[in-house]
């Protein structure tokens, strides 16, 4: 009687040792623009995720693999935790960055005969141009931090 006593107390001593861990999920990071949402992406281990607020405790936001926050202006962490079967993972912090709106770029005027053309350089603040005929919105004409318009016969902005 004593053994089955043994057996059953080693069992439980057992299970309580060796309890399923299961891995906290992977999502990178995300860098966005001021005032847009960003979508963050949770992967392996699978099961369901879950969206917080906080490292512990909080809010639930979402659940998914996929969460779209709502536009955000300052950086942001979020936290995703994972459920496989009855076991809840660690939460992952995931980081959006809201970068900056950098300046407009600096261009000098130019003064040219009617029926020519100039080429326009774009300098400073740095990163990729992108020249429109519009002053918002439309399709560029040019990526490239210089512009060489066509013949010209009025005064154009």
């Not at 059953?8 to 995300?30: I, M, N």
């Not at 326009?120 to 990526?143: C, D, E, K, R, V």
Request: hydrophobic share 35%.
């Amino acid at each position: 009687m004593r053994t089955g006593i043994f057996l059953f107390l080693s069992v439980l001593f057992c299970d309580a040792a060796y309890a399923q861990q299961c891995d906290a999920p992977t999502a990178s990071d995300v860098t966005i623009c001021p005032g847009s949402s960003a979508t963050l992406t949770a992967s392996a281990p699978g099961g369901s995720y879950q969206w917080y607020n906080t490292a512990s405790g909080g809010t639930l936001l979402a659940t998914g693999s996929n969460f779209t926050t709502s536009p955000l202006t300052q950086n942001t962490i979020y936290y995703v935790q994972t459920i496989i079967g009855t076991c809840t993972s660690a939460r992952s912090a995931v980081t959006v960055t809201v970068n900056a709106i950098p300046p407009p770029p600096t261009v000098a005027d130019a003064t040219i005969c009617s029926g020519s053309a100039v080429t326009l350089s774009a300098t400073a603040p740095g990163g990729t141009y992108q020249w429109f005929s519009t002053p918002t919105g439309g399709i560029p004409i040019i990526t490239s931090p210089d512009y060489t318009t066509p013949a010209l016969n009025t005064t154009t902005t």
